[in-house]
Nanobody, 116 residues
């Protein structure tokens, strides 16, 4: 049973924008901390953005000011709005559900390619 389903990836030119979506089951969305990670070719998977309790958020330094994580509780959906995209943002982006720093679920991933 698929628990997290991402969508919204694609090819975009440098400076462009994309919005990723992750739909979770109601149980997961209500219990776990949601976030986004990414993995570029030949690199380790890294945190992009996550909710950190009490409505606060954490962002990787490389995306601060450009990416925004948000959620729609009625739709059990978490979003990642990405603006001013750079070629170095190219990666597979994964939705993540965790308790603290312990991952419980990963989505299947969605490819984001930033290229002219």
């Amino acid at each position: 049973q698929v628990q997290l389903v991402e969508s919204g990836g694609g090819l975009v030119q440098p400076g462009g924008s994309l919005r990723l979506s992750c739909v979770a089951s109601r149980t997961i969305f209500s219990i776990y901390t949601m976030g986004w990670y990414r993995q570029a070719p030949g690199k380790q998977r890294e945190l992009v953005a996550r909710f950190a309790g009490s409505g606060s958020t954490n962002y990787a330094d490389s995306v601060k000011g450009r990416f925004t994580i948000s959620r729609d509780n009625a739709k059990n959906t978490v979003y990642l709005q990405m603006t001013s995209l750079k070629p170095e943002d190219t990666a597979v982006y994964y939705c993540n559900a965790a308790i603290g720093t312990i991952t419980a679920f990963w989505g299947q991933g969605t490819q984001v390619t930033v290229s002219s």
